[in-house]
């Protein structure tokens, strides 16, 4: 295949040295023609033994070269041909136009390929690229602080690097799918659904919605949203198993604390008056005996292991829950706990949204309490403040307390640094954060709005769950 336009070549070349005279034109069309031969051997000598292993950008590229390569000695071979027959094109001018024409169809190849580019990236985003996208998308994956970040990722991606209207990420759950994240507006209700695995089991899906006017999806749209899919499903995972988790922990809090509201109540109004009611006719038996009679010493040491029991027992319900929860609620008791730490050089003012506030699953109002507490104690400690305000509201399913004060801050000096300040830099602060994230709520402190800036606003958000 390679000798056959070698020999033409070398014969067409040949005729200039021996006696046989041919017409120009015709030896022209011989010698373009064998020169054309030679990239045609060559592809007949490579297309059968390596053709498979060129991924599809090879096979692209080695098209357009064939393609631009043939056009080019085509476009030669008429102009040299138009130079031959017409009349006026051998001038300096004729060849100048010769030359320019060729240079700009050289150039057209590339600015012809910039412009589908373009408008690709216009329409379509990134998809011409699909290892760039994913390995942006993993770079981002491994950035993120927290696993819940991984949906919110992977929908920007899909929206804003490939130009789909809308994505979302659904959880498989016990109870059906969950939105963990959702981005853009769907144009139809048609979506396109990627299956996210990991391990073999199925964790979700990517739906991507169809753009305006397709209702079938590109191929090369369909493998690049499958290479995101498997590149995001590990973290998807890590962030259902995370918060599978949590709720196991907040699970396992909340019947915590109403196991021990229960028993903190059987342990107050069952056991505590048995005890005292034994007592007192303990009391009464010794009282009927003689001052002398060894029996009545007997029993008034009886009766006083009976109020050492009482006593033992009101400890222990006292640090089963705030006893106060139970005989004000949680918006009385605060209340009465901004009463207490207030005085001459400080005001503090407790206020409910909505007023009285609703019942609240025993674990919630503990922790609410518990982190108020703290944080006011803080506040009379460290702060140096004339006013502190304690607000909790709730709706929208959570919970919001808020502790703020126009005292020093947490450095001393109003700047926000860990220290002594309101909010207390040490196990205080850590207490108050653990109550908080084994409800999954958070807890932040700031410069106080309320106050200039002055002083620490602790906020601590809590989501209020179904109690079941």
């Known amino acids: 295949m390679l000798l056959a336009p070698f020999l033409l070549w070398k014969f067409v070349v040949s005729l200039q040295y021996v006696q046989i005279t041919v017409p120009p034109t015709p030896l022209l069309v011989l010698y373009y023609v064998a020169v054309l031969l030679w990239p045609l051997g060559l592809g007949l000598v490579f297309i059968p033994d390596r053709s498979g292993h060129l991924d599809r950008a090879s096979r692209r590229t080695m098209a357009v070269v064939v393609v631009l390569t043939g056009l080019v000695v085509a476009y030669l071979a008429v102009g040299l041909l138009l130079i031959r027959v017409v009349p006026g094109w051998r001038t300096p001018g004729g060849l100048v136009l010769v030359a320019v024409s060729l240079l700009i169809g050289l150039l057209m190849r590339t600015t012809g390929g910039r412009a589908v580019r373009l408008v690709d990236r216009s329409y379509y985003g990134e998809r011409a690229e699909p290892y760039r996208v994913v390995r942006e998308l993993a770079e981002r994956l491994s950035r993120a602080v927290s696993p819940a970040d991984a949906p919110r990722l992977l929908c920007e991606t899909v929206v804003g690097t490939l130009r789909f209207p809308a994505a979302r990420v659904l959880l498989s759950t016990s109870g059906g799918p969950r939105e963990a994240a959702a981005l853009g507006d769907a144009p139809s209700s048609l979506w396109h659904r990627f299956e996210l695995s990991y391990e073999g089991t199925s964790i979700g899906l990517l739906e991507a919605a169809a753009r305006g006017g397709e209702s079938a999806l590109d191929q090369q ?237 602790v906020r601590a958000v809590i989501p209020v769950r179904d109690q079941e």
């Open 221 to 457: 749209d369909h493998d690049v949203l499958r290479f995101l899919a498997d590149q995001a499903a590990p973290a998807v995972a890590s962030l259902r198993l995370y918060e599978e988790l949590q709720a196991s922990r907040e699970r396992i809090v909340l019947a915590r604390e109403e196991t021990r509201r229960r028993l903190r109540r059987d342990l107050h109004d069952g056991l505590a008056p048995a005890l005292c009611g034994l007592r007192l006719q303990v009391d009464t038996a010794c009282a009927a005996l003689p001052g002398d009679e060894p029996a009545g010493r007997r029993l008034g040491a009886v009766s006083q292991g009976i109020a050492d029991a009482i006593t033992e027992l009101r400890r222990i319900t006292d640090g089963l829950a705030p006893g106060i929860l139970d005989r004000g609620g949680l918006g009385g008791s605060l209340r009465q706990l901004a009463g207490q730490l207030a005085d001459s050089r400080l005001e503090v003012e407790a206020v409910c949204e909505p007023d009285p506030l609703p019942p609240l699953p025993a674990a919630v109002e503990v922790a609410v309490y518990r982190i108020a507490a703290e944080a006011l104690h803080n506040v009379v400690r460290h702060a140096g403040a004339r006013h502190a305000l304690l607000m909790v509201r709730v709706g929208d399913g959570v919970v919001t307390a808020e502790i703020g004060d126009d005292g020093r801050g947490m450095g001393g000096g109003g700047d926000g640094s860990a220290g002594t300040g309101s909010a207390g830099g040490g196990v205080g602060m850590h207490s108050m954060e653990e109550r908080a994230a084994e409800l999954g709520g958070t807890l932040s402190v700031l410069g106080n709005p309320l106050a200039d800036g002055r002083g620490v606003l």
